[in-house]
């Protein structure tokens, strides 16, 4: 490579997932999937890329996601699109597009998707990460904001990771009741402007609520000793909060209330929840969600209200291996096939397809190499048996079984092997699949 040329790399913050990492995507999809549709969710998947007003109009023009992080750019027809940042716009704007208020509702969705924000990049926190996300859209009623936590508590279950989070609840009441807080907030921060931070100065005005969850020493100092919600919850915003809470202790889901959760968006009403690392706390939260009764109406639809949450899947890998975790590797090679000589090789080919066919995982050394690098080689690969084929074998009709770990070997009639490599591999071990009946 000549000195000058720089090295490719992905852009900042942006990352391969290499397959090892895959085989906890693979794992943590089948476990979503699983839950999900034993629950009645149905997958969907809207775009990548949405004009940016679906998320000007439903995120909130104030929020650190549409004011700094959002990936826009105009296409060659002058119109603003952007990169989504967030799923749960998409959804309900895809809920409107197609007419989904004539399904039963409510409608449950779900997905498991890549999202883009121009955040500042650090341990779990990418500019295009995976989150795996549950909207439940068309109906308001706590049992719904119930499941929805639940849900999420049965995937942490099934990951291995639930012990490692705690739920933290708060109920942000109705756009109503929150005007009378707002202007709470805005009298108690009269005169504390100069103790803000840059960012929460701004949001006085626009978005006091946001001052709550600030992360900055003096702004958090500041906060924990603003005027608290409860005092201006609507007698309904109470019941819904209780009867939440009610309904988390009956499934047996432990939960923190914390007053100071708003929550980054601004779409929600009433419950908000994280799950926070019992670690590292509200940092690098691994999940959130929360009710957003108003938001179907706001994007142009008839009033509809809904429910929801996120999990970033990086963030669920990283709690998978900190506990230590370890998942199933399907991509472990069983056989490796060395040939020596254009017979062998030719003999070699519908010999790998049928092995491949039973279900055996089979990899074949079809290149140029010795035998000697052809076996150093199903070394690197780790497989427990090679077969190996060259010109003697081939006037024989045998083919040699060599077992890897003894480091024995012996002859096998050509028309058996097949069935003696099923055998060696055990039945249960073959990766075997009817089409149409495949499990996702
Ligand atoms: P969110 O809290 O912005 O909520 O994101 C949900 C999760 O996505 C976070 O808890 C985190 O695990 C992951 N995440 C967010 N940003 C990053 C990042 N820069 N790098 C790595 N992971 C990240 C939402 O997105 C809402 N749409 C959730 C929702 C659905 N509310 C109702 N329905």
Known sequence: MADDMQKLQTPQGIHDILPRDHE???FIKKVVRHRCRQAGFRRITTPILEYTEVFDRSIGE???????????????SGRSLTLKPEGTAGAVRS?????????????ELYYIEPHFRYDRPQKGRYRMFWQIGVEIIGESDP?????????????????????RFTLQLNNIGSQKSRAKYKEALVNYYMGKERNLCEDCQRRLQSNPLRLLDCKIEDCRILAQLAPKFDQYRSEED????????EFLTEVGIEYTENDQLVRGLDYYTQTVFEFWDKETHGQNAVGGGGRYDGLVEQMGGEPTPGVGFALGIERLIMHMKAAGVIVPSKDEVHIFVAQLGDEAKKK??????ELRERGVRTVGALGKGSMKAQLRLADKF??????????TEV???VIIVRDMAKGVQRAVPMNKVVDEVVKLIGKENLDTYTPGEISF
């Open 382 to 391: 780790a497989v427990p048996y090679c077969l190996i084929l060259g010109a």
């Open 348 to 353: 070699c080919l519908l010999l790998i397809d």
């Open 24 to 26: 906890y995507f693979t």
């Open 395 to 397: 006037r024989e009709k």
């Open 143 to 163: 049992a719904l904001d119930v499941q929805c936590i639940f849900l999420a508590w049965k995937f942490f279950k099934d990951l291995g990771v639930a012990d």
């Open 95 to 107: 809920y409107i597009q197609h007419g989904m208020k004539e399904l039963p509702q409510p409608v």
């Open 62 to 76: 104030d929020t650190d996601i549409v004011s700094k992080e959002m990936y826009t750019f105009t296409d060659r």
């Open 238 to 245: 109470a019941a819904f909060h209780k009867t939440v809470k």
